[in-house]
Structures are given as C-alpha cells and as structure tokens.
C-alpha cells in the first residue's frame, strides 16, 4: 500500500497491489488509493481466486490469470503423457485433435495457401500469382 500511495503521488495511471488476500483487503485497497487498480489471480496462490465479475463489483478495473493457460498446458502434458504410458499395455492412444484441427491450429492450412502462389510452371519457373490472378 505504501508504494501504491507514492506511485499514486508521482502520476501513475493505475496500480496493482500483490497478494490482497481476500475481498475485505482488495475494496479496502481500491478505496484507499483511489486509482484504477487491477487484479492479479494465480490459482492456489495468496489472493482469493474470483470471477472477472466480482472483482469489478469489489472496484477493480481489470484482472489477470496468468497462471490460467499454464496450468492448463501441464494438466494437458500429463494427460497426454499417461494416455502414452497406458497405450503401452491397453491399446492405443486416443486422438486428442484430430489431423486437420491440428493443421489450422498451428498455421499449416495458411502457409500451404501461400505456398501455392509460388508452384513451378511448366516452363520450370516460379511465376508469382498477383491480386489480379497473373
């Protein structure tokens, strides 16, 4: 709070107070410095884990989840890992995405459409199609 009442002091637009643990701390927070404040919720961490929606209704102006997408990759490396380690006495594996999901997911499908601009003629040269189709 100390450091958040100085950068309020020396101009800045908002601020983002770590660990508020709770809903009492985080209006208390917003009140006292009187600033946009963001919220920064790391599931399993210090501050209580909200929605979007009630974090707004405590006065915050926006929040992150940063640890969201990287929980979510290791839960997805180790399911992956054990279907493999099963597939070893059970049977094969099942598809997690199918072929061409993976494709579009990955950019494949917009690189093959570019690759076809610059195929070889018949007379063994690459001749670039324009916007004009020539």
């Not at 099942?94 to 690189?111: D, Q, R």
């Amino acid at each position: 709070m100390t450091r958040a009442k100085e950068f309020k002091r020396i101009g800045v637009d908002a601020v983002f107070i770590e660990a508020l643990p709770d809903r009492e701390s985080m209006m208390r927070a917003v009140k006292e410095i009187d600033l946009p404040t963001f919220a920064n919720i790391i599931e399993g961490g210090m501050t209580e884990n909200l929605s979007a929606k009630d974090l707004a209704e405590l006065g915050m102006c926006a929040v992150a989840y940063p640890w969201r997408l990287v929980a979510a990759r290791v839960k997805s490396i180790r399911e992956a890992l054990e279907s493999l380690k099963e597939s070893m006495t059970v049977g094969a594996p099942s598809t997690i995405l199918g072929y061409s999901e993976i494709c579009e997911a990955v950019g494949f499908n917009k690189y093959w459409e570019g690759e076809e601009r610059y195929k070889f003629q018949e007379d063994n040269l690459v001749h670039p199609v324009t916007a004009n189709g020539h």
